[in-house]
């Protein structure tokens, strides 16, 4: 597919979005296709999660060993953390159909954010405040069940 194409594919993440256009074009020209097909892993519960994938065509099954479970359609992110920090794999994801995906490396990301730093303030910004809603929403839910 052409860049301009992956540029929209990005904008339509709502994480990725808030970079803005200079920076989703180098990530455009960084991240790699993949292909899996029906069955096929996209990666395991505990592997280092070095990258974070954006759901082009198909969906992922997203399961961890507590039980918790999601699917990542087109035009997800999966792995958005471990763009940022380096972790295990929380969960692992499982290809329910023939899918594509864009590959964007954390050295990749940390790249884009260390060239265009108005996109890593807006960026930090966005984690803060998803953070605090959190955390304001489990001070919620401990006040409950006291």
């Known amino acids: 597919m052409a860049i ?6 990005f904008t339509r993440v709502p994480t990725l979005n808030l970079l803005g256009g200079a920076a989703l074009q180098v990530l455009a020209i960084g991240a790699e296709q993949r292909d899996y097909s029906f069955g096929e892993k996209l990666f395991v519960q505990g592997d280092p999660a070095d990258s974070g994938f954006i759901v082009r065509r ?17 035009n997800v992110l999966i792995g958005e953390l ?9 969960a692992t994801a499982v290809a329910l159909e023939p899918s594509s995906v864009l ?10 954010l260390e060239s265009h730093p108005e996109a890593a303030r807006r960026l930090r910004d966005d984690f803060a405040a ?7 929403a489990m001070t919620r839910v401990g006040a409950t069940l006291r």
């Open 4 to 9: 301009e194409d992956d540029i929209a594919l």
């Open 58 to 74: 198909g969906a992922f099954r997203v399961a961890s060993d507590d039980g918790q479970e999601a699917v990542a359609g087109e």
């Open 82 to 90: 471990a763009l940022v920090v380096a972790m295990p794999r929380p």
């Open 103 to 112: 590959r964007i490396s954390r050295s990749l990301f940390q790249r884009v």
């Open 130 to 136: 998803r953070s605090n809603a959190a955390l304001g």
